[in-house]
């Protein structure tokens, strides 16, 4: 806590239990008698400095460590998702610090087949694992360190990558993205993904800063513009200028729109009201899609009310 309130990360004024504000708790504490006894019998009894601990970032930077959890968002996880990056394997992070992955989805909907397709070979070096539906509102947001101890005994395993909307033991390692939301059965976007999807993944581990996004279908990258963390698909049909907003609305069309005859596909996010943009987006736009194949953001026709 004292590390926290240097960084300015703290806020002192909020009541604790005693009564008293938190920072003046802490006043106490730095330099209270019983801090000062409990510091001393650990060096003397164990041989252990507090401070080789519990560090602050000056004294880790030092010693060669890193931070340890980053919050990737991107148009898979809008409110965001969580990541050990120090559990990273170092030698799959660049020189810069950041971690690098681009490949094809691989979707599961449970831990069992996911698990299946490891044993029987139907994961490999590149791809990008999901498993969704396993967050709250599906099995109560189950723990998948099944799969992350399986890949770690692979021999590229630190090639793959795993996405969920479920949560990981705390011993898990390597690039497992957890805790994505909204969740698959909240209508997030991660639900709308399928077996081949593109999939673009980077976490700087020294700004802990991440993003995670879907890029194209296949080997067909969609064109990025200059959106920060905007993917676009070009369409040739738009005959109304777009603001920034509606950019990135589109942005998320290949995710949250998904062919009407597909099962699960349709408006449901915008009957939920998921997202705000959306529902907003559904009382001014018509969007024009194609079978089988889906044009994200083809707009057609000028604003109504209705």
Same mark, same amino acid.
């Given at each position: 806590?004292?590390?926290?309130?240097?960084?300015?990360?703290?806020?002192?004024?909020?009541?604790?239990?005693?009564?008293?504000?938190? *920072?003046?708790?802490?006043?106490?504490?730095?330099?209270?008698?019983?801090?000062?006894?409990?510091?001393?019998?650990?060096?003397?009894?164990? *041989?252990?400095?507090?401070?080789?601990?519990?560090?602050?970032?000056?004294?880790?930077?030092?010693?060669?460590?890193?931070?340890?959890?980053?919050?990737?968002?991107?148009?898979?996880?809008?409110?965001?998702?969580?990541?050990?990056?120090?559990?990273?394997?170092?030698?799959?992070?660049?020189?810069?610090?950041?971690?690098?992955?681009?490949?094809?989805?691989?979707?599961?909907?449970?831990?069992?087949?996911?698990?299946?397709?490891?044993?029987?070979?139907?994961?490999?070096?590149?791809?990008?694992?999901?498993?969704?539906?396993?967050?709250?509102?599906?099995?109560?947001?189950?723990?998948?360190?099944?799969?992350?101890?399986?890949?770690?005994?692979?021999?590229?395993?630190?090639?793959?990558?795993?996405?969920?909307?479920?949560?990981?033991?705390?011993?898990?390692?390597?690039?497992?993205?957890?805790?994505?939301?909204?969740?698959?059965?909240?209508?997030?976007?991660i639900g709308r993904l399928r077996d081949g999807d593109l999939i673009d993944i980077v976490v700087d581990r020294n700004r802990l800063e991440g993003s995670l996004?879907?890029?194209?279908?296949?080997?067909?990258?969609?064109?990025?513009?200059?959106?920060?963390?905007?993917?676009?698909?070009?369409?040739?049909?738009?005959?109304?200028?777009?603001?920034?907003?509606?950019?990135?609305?589109?942005?998320?069309?290949?995710?949250?729109?998904?062919?009407?005859?597909?099962?699960? *596909?349709?408006?449901?996010?915008?009957?939920?009201?998921?997202?705000?943009?959306?529902?907003?987006?559904?009382?001014?736009?018509?969007?024009?899609?194609?079978?089988?194949?889906?044009?994200?953001?083809?707009?057609?026709?000028?604003?109504?009310?209705?």
């Open positions: 806590m004292l590390h926290l309130r240097r960084l300015g990360v703290l806020e002192e004024k909020a009541l604790t239990v005693s009564g008293e504000t938190l *920072g003046t708790v802490l006043d106490w504490w730095e330099s209270s008698e019983r801090r000062a006894r409990m510091r001393s019998l650990l060096l003397e009894k164990d *041989g252990i400095d507090p401070d080789d601990v519990i560090m602050n970032p000056e004294r880790a930077r030092e010693r060669g460590l890193t931070s340890t959890v980053a919050f990737p968002t991107g148009n898979i996880a809008p409110e965001g998702s969580v990541v050990k990056a120090t559990a990273i394997d170092p030698s799959v992070v660049g020189e810069d610090g950041v971690y690098r992955h681009r490949g094809q989805a691989k979707v599961f909907t449970t831990e069992k087949a996911a698990i299946a397709a490891i044993k029987n070979g139907g994961i490999r070096a590149g791809d990008i694992m999901v498993l969704i539906g396993r967050g709250p509102s599906g099995t109560g947001m189950e723990e998948t360190y099944q799969l992350t101890s399986a890949l770690k005994h692979l021999p590229f395993g630190k090639y793959v990558s795993l996405i969920t909307d479920a949560r990981f033991s705390g011993v898990s390692t390597g690039a497992c993205f957890g805790h994505v939301g909204p969740e698959a059965l909240a209508d997030g976007p996004h879907f890029v194209g279908r296949g080997t067909r990258c969609l064109r990025r513009k200059k959106v920060p963390g905007c993917w676009l698909r070009v369409s040739p049909i738009r005959t109304w200028p777009l603001t920034p907003v509606f950019r990135r609305i589109r942005a998320y069309g290949p995710l949250c729109r998904r062919s009407a005859e597909e099962p699960g *596909g349709g408006p449901s996010m915008i009957r939920t009201g998921s997202w705000p943009c959306w529902k907003r987006a559904s009382a001014l736009w018509s969007f024009r899609w194609t079978k089988p194949r889906l044009k994200a953001g083809c707009l057609r026709g000028k604003p109504s009310m209705e």
